[in-house]
């Protein structure tokens, strides 16, 4: 895409504020500046100077600023780069927005616009993009690392290394198809060794798909109290999340829907649900809807904290049940059922203990940020390399091993965006703010 326009927006926080921070980008960039300042000469680049800046319609005064000038294209986004440090006010921000808007060759930038041009202009590719996307929208520690470590490049150097390595086999490929009329070229075994290291490296891209999604940072683990009526879930879940969440009473079947309840701790994001309690008979239909609920809320729980005294419920698919001795302050549940932790909302007894087992049994539930933490559509491509690969690990003509092996490179090139991503990228810059 070829880029005319210069662009301009507010790339700090919503005034008011201290200061507000315009940027312009593009090749009327040094234009706007020598307008707003009624000089004939650039500041230094790179260095922050003092400026007067005035409407250059009327000459009238705007404020006092701090002018910056980047010369492209070693810049953020490539291109030639002013950033204006103003104070924070409204007015002070409409009225230089307003002068910039009167600059030949100028206008206001649309969401995302910078990061797509820095893009564009490859000083980031779609990986740190969609990093710079997660940073905006992280909502616990544990994103902002993660998010900030893809922005940086950590996941680009991951795919950058499994897509070298697949240009290498192409490469050799290729090879045995331009000599393969030679008598000294032994093709069925260094074939061979090809099939083997296309499995090895499916192999290696599949064992990261197995890390958990990025999504789930933001998500956060969903974290289900289960159990009979009046077991002290809804009491338990008012201590966990510090917060009167759920309703409390000492009336059996109280919680009739589920509740959920957001915390963060240590840098994770937690969803804790209360549910109706699991009677085994109702004659309420409104009750039976909310058992019903309950159940279904087990079914999709990351975790399950059990407070019935009995065994947990068999659920498919979910390993993660941490059985719960509640109300262990009560003289008549003194003795805790072995296996069970024993906890009391009331008096704080082994909350600690276990948000430390919750804790625990979340750590496989997130990335790690030494993890290639990728998101969907990335996992996707990924998938669709590690089948590629596998077609190739299997395939006796090298013709049609090397078919498999550009395949597995256009889904690697997609990633970065090395591939025609227009499409897309639309999508991912729609949910950017406009100063960035």
């Known amino acids: 895409m070829h880029v005319v326009d210069t662009i301009f927006a507010l790339s700090s926080g919503l005034p008011p504020a201290g200061i507000g921070v315009i940027r312009v980008s593009g090749a009327a960039a040094g234009d706007a500046l020598l307008a707003l300042t009624g000089r004939d000469s650039l500041p230094t680049q790179r260095k922050a100077v003092l400026r007067r800046i005035v409407d250059p319609r009327d000459g009238a005064v ?202 963060r701790r240590h840098g994770v994001g937690y969803v804790f649900t209360d549910t109706a309690g699991l009677a085994e008979r109702t004659d309420d239909p409104v009750e039976a809807i909310g058992i019903e609920r309950a159940r279904v809320a087990a079914q999709t729980a990351d975790i399950l904290l059990w407070l019935g005294d009995d065994a947990p419920p068999h659920v498919d698919g979910l390993t993660r049940i941490i059985p719960v001795h509640p109300r262990s302050d009560e003289a008549a549940r003194a003795d805790a059922v072995e296996g069970r932790i024993r906890v009391s909302a009331h008096t704080g007894e082994g909350i600690e203990d276990l948000w430390a087992l919750i804790e625990s049994e979340s750590r496989d539930l997130i990335p790690r940020p030494d993890q290639a933490a990728m998101n969907q559509r990335q996992r996707d491509l990924c998938a669709a390399c590690v089948s590629a690969l596998d077609d190739a690990a299997v395939e006796r003509d090298p013709i049609l091993l090397a078919e498999s092996l550009r395949a597995a490179r256009a889904s690697i090139d997609r990633i970065t965006g090395r591939a025609d991503v227009e499409a897309m990228l639309d999508s991912l810059f729609s949910r950017f703010c406009i100063g960035k």
Do not use: M, Y
Request: with cysteine; proline share 3%.
């Open 62 to 263: 705007l404020d006092d600023a701090l002018l910056l000038w980047f010369q492209g294209p070693a810049t953020a986004t490539g291109e030639d780069l002013a950033e204006i440090h103003c104070h924070g006010g409204r007015a002070v921000i409409r009225a230089v927005e307003g002068a910039l808007a009167a600059v030949s060759g100028l206008r206001a930038a649309e969401p995302g616009e910078f990061t797509r041009r820095a893009l564009i202009n490859g000083r980031i590719d779609l990986t740190q993009a969609e990093a710079l996307g997660d940073l905006l929208t992280a909502e616990t520690e544990t994103a902002r690392r993660i998010a900030l470590a893809n922005s940086g490049g950590a996941l680009r150097r991951q795919i950058d290394d499994w897509g070298g390595t697949i240009v290498d086999l192409s490469s050799r490929v290729e090879a045995v198809l331009d000599h393969a009329d030679e008598d000294d070229i032994d093709e069925d075994s260094i074939l061979d060794v090809l099939r083997q290291q296309c499995r090895a490296l499916a192999g290696a891209i599949a064992r990261a798909l197995r890390n958990p999604p990025v999504e789930r940072l933001n998500e956060g683990i969903n974290v289900v109290l289960a159990g009979p009526p009046n077991a002290g879930k809804s009491t338990l879940l008012n201590r966990l999340v510090e917060r009167e969440a759920a309703i409390v009473s000492p009336i059996a079947g109280t919680t009739r829907d589920r509740v959920d309840a957001a915390v």
